[in-house]
């Protein structure tokens, strides 16, 4: 025989050999997973309901439900803290001034409370030496009634430009 054949012959059965081995580590490795696999996707469940499969995806169809009723139970209970905080107290403006100039400091104030929406009211208390006088004014949309002083006009902005904080 030739010496090129011999060597041919050589290296092709080494790659036969080596071609051998991998398909036989190729199939103990699928069958370490098919066994896996079967484990997990295959049997009796203990509430007899079918396979581990049926029963996950019940498991996650169910716990799915729950957590649908509890997103829409949180919509509807968000949807009436909203319209509960539009009515609640949320702008506050407070200005102090001196009312007379006969007295000292800057005793007087008009102080203006207003909900999410411009609603609530102005006081305002004009401290003097003989006597203190208090007067409410009702504010809606922002707007009053009534002609507003220097001071009840600035308390009233300062009131809305709080409201307009806590929405931006």
């Known amino acids: ?66 957590t649908n009723a509890r997103t829409e139970r949180l919509v509807a209970h968000a949807t009436q803290v909203d319209a509960a905080l539009t009515r609640s107290l949320q702008g506050i403006g407070l200005v102090r001034f001196r009312a007379f100039e006969d007295t000292g400091g800057d005793q007087s104030f008009s102080l203006a409370l207003a909900d999410g929406e411009g609603n609530g009211v102005i006081i305002s208390a004009l401290y003097g030496r003989e006597a203190t006088r208090i007067y409410a004014k009702p504010v809606q949309k922002w707007l009053s009634t009534k002609v507003l002083t220097e001071e009840e006009a600035q308390a009233l902005e300062e009131a809305r430009q709080s409201v307009l904080a806590l929405t931006s």
Not at 3 to 13: F, H, Q, R, Y
Not at 24 to 37: E, F, G, N, P, T
Request: without cysteine; aromatic residues 6%; negative net charge.
């Open 1 to 66: 025989m030739d010496v090129a054949l011999l060597i041919w012959v050589i290296a092709l059965t080494i790659l036969v050999i080596v071609g051998i081995v991998w398909v036989l580590d190729l199939q103990a490795r699928i069958l370490k997973i098919s066994s896996k696999y079967e484990k997990l996707f295959s049997g009796a469940v203990e509430s007899g309901e079918g396979t581990p499969t049926a029963a996950m995806l019940a498991s996650l169809a169910a716990r799915l439900e729950e």
